[in-house]
């Protein structure tokens, strides 16, 4: 997997989303370990992203705000995901900063 090492500082955190491709999910909960307000495993045993309302997010290529506060643990999960399936990326231009598609 190829991400960033740490968090982006400054204006680099200003619109970032997270999604998860489902397809490539293994199921382990990692990202819920780390992000609970972000990530939710569902009854098919795959993770999901949820709203800043906490609704589960079911669409494929749903996507939800990085809270900044969560935005290293956010970072983490995409790290440590055994499934390379979280893809952190900015808003402004979809380009992927964190995950298995980051430069």
Do not use: N
């Not at 190829?2 to 397809?23: C, M, Y």
């Not at 939800?64 to 990326?89: M, N, Y």
């Amino acid at each position: 997997m190829t991400v960033q090492h740490d968090a982006p500082t400054g204006s680099d955190t200003q619109g970032l989303e997270v999604w998860i491709d489902q397809d490539l999910c293994t199921g382990d909960g990692i990202c819920v370990q780390y992000a609970p307000e972000v990530f939710e495993l569902d009854i098919d045993g795959l993770a999901y992203v949820k709203s800043s309302d906490d609704e589960l997010l079911q669409d494929k290529g749903a996507t939800t705000p990085v809270p900044l506060p969560l935005l290293q643990d956010v970072v983490d999960s995409a790290k440590e995901c055994p499934g390379d399936c979280i893809h952190v990326r900015r808003v402004s231009d979809r380009v992927e900063v964190y995950g298995p598609e980051a430069a």
